[in-house]
């Protein structure tokens, strides 16, 4: 298995929008949960959004709810986080990687993380 590589960051104004691309490899990629986590500086990477391999079923954390918008396309072994509305408070580098748990939200039910893309929002 091949690390998946994030792209679609970059520096944006509050109430902006950026879209986050997640391209993994493999054949079993439609198995797996998909999920993309933050991490901003001084402070623990923490769960953003996934969707659940089986029904793409996505869920998100509060802080992101009605903002953020997750999707696959198990076609093309991409994932996709759509941010819209973004507050700088969003400001992180984004990583994407993969579970086999069942709605997987900690950082240890994930493996094969990305290198992550940085995102920056201004006021």
């Known amino acids: 298995q091949v690390q998946p590589v994030e792209s679609g960051g970059g520096l944006v104004q509050a109430g902006g929008s950026l879209r986050l691309s997640c391209a993994a490899s493999g054949r079993t990629f439609s198995r797996y949960t998909m999920g993309w986590f933050r991490q901003a500086p001084g402070k623990e990477r923490e769960f953003v959004a996934a969707i659940r391999w089986i029904g793409s079923i996505p869920y998100y954390a509060d802080s992101v709810k009605g903002r953020f918008t997750i999707s696959r396309d198990n076609a093309k072994n991409t994932v996709y986080l759509q941010m819209n509305s973004l507050k700088p408070e969003d400001t992180a580098v984004y990583y994407c990687?993969?579970?086999?748990?069942?709605?997987?939200?900690?950082?240890?039910?994930?493996?094969?993380w990305g290198q992550g893309t940085q995102v920056t929002v201004s006021s």
């Open positions: 990687a993969r579970s086999s748990g069942v709605y997987p939200r900690a950082t240890n039910e994930y493996d094969f």
